[in-house]
């Protein structure tokens, strides 16, 4: 990731714990998956409802009301250009390039999925794009957004203030500070994801080899389980269709941590490939997209049997980084990170479709419209 060399200095000083449970576990073995064990609890974090597919409302072309006249576009955050590449899904070519706040670093659909927020790290600020027509609104002030998620009832935006090593929760509409969650056990904060009932973030932390959890009824850290040895870097966070899954990309393992959100523990380690990196569903929810940067290819996942099904490798060089899945689940649009380019793959085949320069340093494009209720952040995680 792109950082500030003052990040990584100011994250030293900070001590890691805060009086929360924590656990430890080392799949390091090669392998197609290494089982982990470790003494279980029972927690607050048991999915409610765990069995039934949460992406039910994400299958194709299953659009709400409020998507209906939105453009098909790519929206490509360029985080060394300080722009915007807007790519038509039609004909995969750019159509237009914006100007955004400094170090933009993922675009975000909003809970109510009308308005697409461009996450402007250093700049400060959130740039609104109207979905409807593509266009860039007045720039939102709001500290440190390296990443952007929604509560799945709504009532709160939360901003990941990386950077800061906090996460703030504010209204979603306009995006006022609530409250200010200090999180100095999880020192590179940047992904996450919640539980099937929706009471609990899980997020991850780069630099700390880190996953926690956070109570969203009572704002706060409730546990925190240590990835090995914490050598690790931990970064996209995924739940599985039953909700007993909880994923996370390790991209210095080269592959994915499997764990039992119900007590926080270690149940396996999926090698995928190197640099593991981003996590998304495909539209029958039957397969997780792996994107391995530094091997330049992509891992298939079977959430039925937790195991490596199938490997795609793009034609080199290749940095496949962060992005989404088409409505029609026939596409898998990914940024090209290191070689500023963005990725569409035949998700039938595994073949590229198409190589797109954009930017320099794209980073969390995203895919809309998207099927699904409501958006919980990042590039478009729905529900």
Known sequence: MLRLAAT???????????????????????GARTPVHSPGR???????????????????????AAVRGDRALVYVPNSVSDTVTVISQRTLKAVATFHTGALPQHVTPSYDLRTLYVDNDLGNTLTPIDPRTGRPGRPIPVRDPYNLYFAPD??????????LQLLDFRDPHTMRLEHSLPVPMCRGVDHMDFSADGRFAYASCEFSGRVIEIDLRTLRVVRTLLLGDGQTNPQDVKLSPDGRTLYTADMASGGVWEIDPGDLRLIGFLRTGAGAHGLYASRDARVMYVSNREAGSISLVSFK???????WQIPPPASPDMGNVSADGRTLWLSGRYNDEVYAIDTRSGRLRARIPVGEGPHGLCVWPQPGRYSLGHTGVMR
């Not at 001590?15 to 924590?22: I, K, M, N, P, V």
């Not at 049997?305 to 490997?311: Q, W």
């Open 8 to 30: 990584l200095s100011l994250a030293c000083l900070l001590a890691a714990g805060c009086g929360s449970a924590e656990r430890q576990a080392s799949p390091r073995e090669h």
């Open 305 to 311: 049997t937790r195991r490596v099904v199938a490997s």
């Open 42 to 64: 029972s927690g607050p974090g048991t999915p409610a409802g765990a069995g039934e597919n949460i992406y039910s409302a994400d299958r194709a072309d299953n659009f709400a």
């Open 154 to 163: 709504g009532r709160y935006a939360i901003v990941v203030a990386e950077r």
